[in-house]
């Protein structure tokens, strides 16, 4: 390749498809509004709860707060339902307005900051009217006429700032009544050199015409309120509770999250200057080429900046403070007249402050709405949607501008692996400013799995890349737009599936880590059965099958359809032959044509290949279990997983050798896109050929595996499908994925696999025959089928094992042996929690039923009366429930005498039940004995505990 | 008596206001002479006050969102003179106010429109004027004005502070230093 076009390419112009600009303006407006939504909601919370009470819901459970984030999730895991409920009463969240008023707060005094700032601006400056200084009504003659050229309604407002000598001008106000200000040094040389005072005020008009006032001055008004009535008050906040938090038996714990609010507030500042400089740049070269087409002379860009170009240390230096200014540097001005590339190639910091906003955006909204709207269903979804639609139409646009102007210009198309991998630095770096992935401590509990971020965002760039190329060398000479907007669609919902599951697991897995150990615990709990030969599958089901559970979201099912579907679906299109490109053999000069896809034989080939192979791999490990079944002859719960885990292992077999070949015989432009084709397909295949054979066990022979008797059982073996088919159609990507990085690090995607089929002679007629696209139809229809269709079975029988997860956690908690003042911190908050109030009620209402005994005693009849005593039983019962839903007591020695209180309770309040419905006297005597007797425990509780929180009266 | 001595201490006043002249008139004469491209920009320059306008001309310029950028500057004589008007004059006296009223007025205008009193030259020596000869090529200089522009500038702004020496003086004009007899004694003394 490489070699020049025999046609001249098409003149490139800035416009071919939307700048996405206005997006990045609207985001960064977002992020303002839903951080200081956040930012204050923190605020209001913390002022709510003071340290050391706000950790005391935690305390009570047994937590240590300098352990770190992960042991007490688990310890607020263990005991949610009382974790919840304590927090509820004790830590109490803002009222739901609060979500609401800062954000509306922001609105309402920038909409005020923004319709004032014109005339602050106007007088800070010292600007006077135009008429002042024109007094003949020439200059204002001409700027009028310069309006009509731009095609603006009006002229807009005109003042002068006649003490500056610059020959600039300026614009502000909105895009509906527009202020400009023209300098003096302007005016001043108009006379001398007319056409510069021209092209200035063109390019000052096109901004009008081109919409970039109004955006501008709303960024520089919703600024200016954010840093005056969010960012100052939450830097005070957190600076004059630095001292309190610093006294706090808990600074340990505190430390990080405090240094880590203020890390927060400076990126804040940083990011929005960045993003807003970022933006600004981009829309002056728009404005100076809108200025070239309405007449200005490029000559005025070449005049200005005469400064040669430094080098070394001068030149990082300035290309440091050049991201921070509003403006490019002029060389980059006058660049974009001839090649507009720099709209194209934008560089690293649109896509990294993407990751980073769209984390932050995020992270924050799961924060602050996370207590308010918990319950209702869609709102992680809604916020994951936001964060994809954030990403999708910055940093794959990014791309998908990137590889037009390559195309059109015949340059070599990128792999997007350096806006990838901007982009999932920016990611991290939100994730970890936001406290999503660390709260008491610096870090992650798992910090690698921050790579995984790093990761996606690399892989999402490659597949855009690699999809744009596809698309738009299909659908060469075709409107771009059309071509780009179903697979923008369908980034997002790529995306969307990649939010969602970050927010879920990733996020769980950086902050507790996979748990392998405790998940085969738990296996082991939940499926007993002899499985101590087989530990190294159980840590494989621990790792990575359990961790794929999450599948069985629906947005997993539709993000799997997405990536898929928007590369798949170009084999659809009939090319014309402009979708050929002519190409000049690098080696013999001889004209080729260049085909815009590769066959799809190839893919199919390659699926095949590791279709058969997975298939054999899950023979292979029938056979295999077919020899334990024969040890053991029982298939117990543990039997049928370990069997499960297996032939995932097979079939994952048979997607190392789909991807593998995928990349080695594909087409390098696509080796991710056709990669995760192949490998999904393969992965489809020989689980179709497994689920055949699972159907018939029994009839096997040395294949049998559940089941011992021949017959055809499609049902028992789509019960084991459901387990297998989201671990298998989640780790085809994740193979392909593999498998292109392994192939891109070791030997550059351009060197490795074939390039474009070419052909000695034009095909004039298109290549899609009816049959040929029969045929696409049913191959494309039949890999995104089965890939939907799987996910919706999966979707309606979904497993529900991250709660089995949640509620055996705590079991299999080892906690360590607290020091003497953190037992006693411990119990003081178990007791003032809920501990007191428990017994506090328990012993009123046993006082009750004693008086009520008392008095019937006196009465002399021994007459128990049926509407006295149950409802008093009935009380006692109740309280008995409150201590058996509340923490353990954070003591053993305590906690078992509590244990048998609970249980004594019990059995006395069922046996006073239970005496009225069989009218037992005698029951209802051994149940009062028995309420008399948990009394006594519950005193020797009390009395423990009184031991540890008042060691001197005792 | 006291009537009497008032009345001595108003003509000296009025003698000495007689004599001073207010530095925009001087930068106005003057760019009418040498610069008359620049005289709009005076004719703005003229609502503010020489507090504001003194402001204005020694503020950096800042690239602001949606300008056309930081490029060329064009080398202005307007700011030159009046900076350097402005640096002699508060070298060699002070800005006079007039009475009473004008403390008042004064302190009326600052906390109103925080307009302040016109900055006002006073008669000069012959040395002084050479002083604001160097001050002017100074100034020129650091506006990256051309030597021969800068010294046309400073020659013209010399020879108009001593016109209104010699006006004052009712004598011949005060030649620019080194260029011709010295100024009155009447001056010097000053």
Known sequence: MGAAMAVPAPRTTEKPLVAGTTLRFAVLIVLLLVSSGSMMWIVTADGLTQVPDAYGCLLAAGGDPVQGDAANAAVAAAHNAAYESCQASHNPVPAWWVILVWPLLLVLFSSLVFRLLPRWKARRARLVPLSIVDRDGEIGGELSALAARVGLPATPRVLVAPAKASTSALVFGSNRRPWVCLHGGLLVQRAEDPERFQAVVLHEFAHIRGGDVTLTYVTVALWRVFLAVVLLPFVAWYAANTTASARSPYWHAEEPGIVRQFVFASAMVALVYLARSDVLRSREIYADLAAGRYGASRRYWALADPQAAPGGLARGWNSFTEIWRTHPRWEKRREAFDDPKALFTEGTLPTFLAGAAALLITSQLDSYLGPSVANSPGADDAIALAGAVVVAGIAGLVRWRAVLHALQTDRRVTSGTRTGLSLGVGMTFGALISSQVANLQWLPTQPEYLLLVVLAGTAFAWWTTQCAHLWLSVRRGRTVRWTMAPVVVSSVVVLWGWFAWWQTTGVSLAVNGTGADRWRLVLEQEFPGPSTAHQGILLVIAVVWLNLIWLNHPIAMAALVALCAAPLSAWFVALTAEAYRTVREQFTGILVWEAPRPPLRRLLIAATLGGVVGWIGAVDAMAFMHTWQASNGAQSGLFSLIYLAWVFVGLAAGMIVASAVSVALGDHRFSLVTAVIVTEAAALLGFAGWYVLAAADGCLGPLNTMATQCEWRPGAASGLARQLVGPIQLTAPGMALASVTIAIAFHRATSLGRGPVTYSTMRVTPDMTLVRRIWAGVVVSAVLGAVAANGLILAQNGTSGSKMAAAELGQVLQPGSPSPRLRTRQIGYWYNYGGLDIMTRWNKDFRRLSSALTKAADTGTGQISDTVFPPLCTALLHDTQSAKHYFPVPEPGIESQWASFIAKAQEAGRGCLNSFSKEDGDLFLASMKQFARATDTLGSVEHGINAVIHPGKH | ?190
């Open chain 2, 1 to 190: 008596m006291i009537r009497e001595a008032r009345a001595v201490r108003m003509s000296d006043a009025e003698a000495a206001r007689t004599s001073e002249v207010e530095i925009r008139v001087v930068v106005r004469d003057v760019i009418t002479a040498l610069a008359p491209e620049e005289s709009p920009l005076l004719d703005g320059l003229a609502v503010l006050d020489d507090a504001t306008v003194m402001r204005q001309l020694t503020r950096r310029t800042r690239g602001e969102p949606l300008g056309f950028g930081l490029g060329e500057t064009v080398a202005l004589a307007t700011p030159v003179i009046w900076i350097a008007m402005d640096q002699a004059a508060r070298r060699f006296g002070e800005t006079v106010t007039d009475g009473a009223t004008r403390v008042i007025a004064k302190l009326l205008r600052r906390n109103l429109d925080r307009r302040t009193a016109a900055t006002v030259m006073p008669p000069l020596s012959r040395e002084q004027l050479g002083e604001v000869r160097r001050l002017v090529l100074e100034t020129a200089a650091r506006h990256r004005l051309s030597e021969a522009r800068a010294s046309a500038i400073a020659d013209a702004v010399v020879a108009r502070l001593a016109l209104h020496e010699s006006e004052q003086a009712g004598t011949q004009p005060a030649a620019p230093p080194g260029q011709g007899p010295a100024s009155s004694p009447e001056t010097q003394e000053r």
